[in-house]
């Protein structure tokens, strides 16, 4: 599907208005989704759960925080890793999962960065190669590249010089590809959830839609859709006082509540904690 970058007023209000209309349909159609995914993901519950149980036994302690993943998908994922600048990128990137895997990775105090999921990837044995979505410059090894959007995003900030509290959020700001929760395990009281569970493939406009071979596998945020400074908080409405949720954020917020769904969606998308260890699942039942 091509879109055409038009920085056109009308244009705009006449889409928000129509995305409105569609609004209240595309609530009724994720319904039917959700209703299918919970079957699709009930089935997937008893091993997650034997998962989870695993871990409550694990007693392996690190210096700094670990992060267990999971794959819960019924097909291979290959997580893609970026820390920002000036810290150090796990497993050089990014690795395999095959369905049911998992893996810890021990990240170092104040650690900060994004992990993705990417799919339906093909490497060789030079690890080239190329991924549906969530490629990163064809690697299996990100090796501080990030990936295309759209893609589902886990972000951290595991504490800084003068806070020891962790900030995170799964976020939709770039799309979404893959569902993915990050939960925290022995942490303190009010660690929250951050998580979209639900799959926003099956319930995407048809024009916010990324396809291969006739398969929706990647939903665009409006900002990746029309590139306009409304959707993507850019220009007049970098702040927070300009930048309100829209009628595709709402859409977004209303299937996925405890993600984050524009650029500034702190108030509910972005959660804290203190906790030693975090279990991100892709592919979580609800």
Known sequence: MQFFYINNK???????????????????TFSICQIKNNIQKNMRTY???????CLSF?????NGTQLIIVNNCKES??????????????????????LGQQVT????????????????????????????????????????????PPATLVEMTLGTPTNSRHYYDV????????????????????????ACEADLNQCCPEYLAIKSKGKVVGCKSAC?????????????????????PTAFSRLFKTICPRAYSYAFDESTGLKNCK????????????
């Open 10 to 28: 009308e244009f705009f209000t006449r889409l928000n208005s129509y995305f409105l209309r569609l609004h209240s349909h595309l609530l009724l």
């Open 47 to 53: 091993s997650h759960l034997l998962i989870f149980l």
């Open 58 to 62: 694990y007693l392996s302690f690190s």
């Open 77 to 98: 994922i290959w997580p893609g890793i970026l820390a920002t600048a000036g810290h150090e990128t796990p497993s050089n990137g990014g690795f395999h999962l095959n």
């Open 105 to 148: 990775l021990d990240v170092p105090e104040l650690w900060s960065g994004r992990l993705w999921g990417r799919q339906g990837c093909c490497f060789d044995k030079n690890g080239k190669g190329t991924c549906q979505t969530g490629d990163c410059s064809g690697l299996l090894n990100c090796s501080g590249a990030g990936g295309i």
């Open 171 to 194: 976020s939709l700001v770039d799309g979404f590809n893959i569902p993915v929760s990050m939960i925290p395990i022995g942490g303190t009281a009010g660690c929250g959830v951050a």
């Open 224 to 244: 990746l859709a029309t590139n306009s400074p409304k959707y993507c908080c850019t220009g007049e409405y970098a702040n927070k006082n300009t930048c309100k």
């Open 275 to 286: 906790a030693p260890r975090y279990l991100i699942t892709f592919c979580p039942p609800n």
